[in-house]
């Protein structure tokens, strides 16, 4: 069973996955902080400090200041504001790792293009191998042939 456990664990699929997880928790911290600290406060000049976390609704029909007023006696509480809050940071993020794989992409070298392995029969412009004599579709002859 070890050594079953041993080869499952050093494929290596299973090792690039490792290290992606540890690259996407560092990587996850830098996001969180582009966000939470330069983007959140200067989207916070544009909404004037709009504190989402107050917005809720309070189910025993009591009126409360603040959230943390209703749930320090208990109440029971819809809080409608700290779901906005939690789907604007969510769009944020992503539109921040979207410019930032945009960017990384566009650092990356592209690849050559692979060398052509067909060609087009000039008789029957059938595609062929590009070292064939003779094109398996019209049989004509092509080793006279100039490239």
Same mark, same amino acid.
Request: contains cysteine; proline residues 0%; hydrophobic residues 35%.
């Given at each position: 069973m070890l050594k079953e456990f041993r080869k499952f664990a050093l494929r290596g699929n299973m090792i690039d996955l490792a290290v992606g997880i540890i690259i996407g928790g560092a990587f996850s911290s830098i996001v969180n902080s582009l966000v939470n600290d330069i983007i959140m406060p200067i989207l916070g000049l544009f909404t004037r400090q709009i504190n989402f976390t107050n917005w809720f609704i309070s189910l025993d029909g009591k009126h409360y200041v603040t959230l943390q007023d209703a749930q320090s006696v208990g109440a029971p509480t819809v809080n409608y504001g700290l779901f906005i @809050?939690?789907?604007?940071?969510?769009l944020i993020m992503a539109f921040v790792v979207f410019l930032m794989v945009r960017w990384i992409n566009k650092l990356k070298k592209p690849e050559p293009a692979a060398a052509p392995t067909t060609k087009a029969c000039p008789?029957?412009? @059938?595609?062929?191998s590009i070292s064939a004599t003779r094109c398996p579709h019209c049989t004509s002859d092509l080793s006279g042939e100039d490239e």
């Open positions: @809050s939690g789907v604007l940071n969510f008789y029957c412009r @059938s595609d062929i």
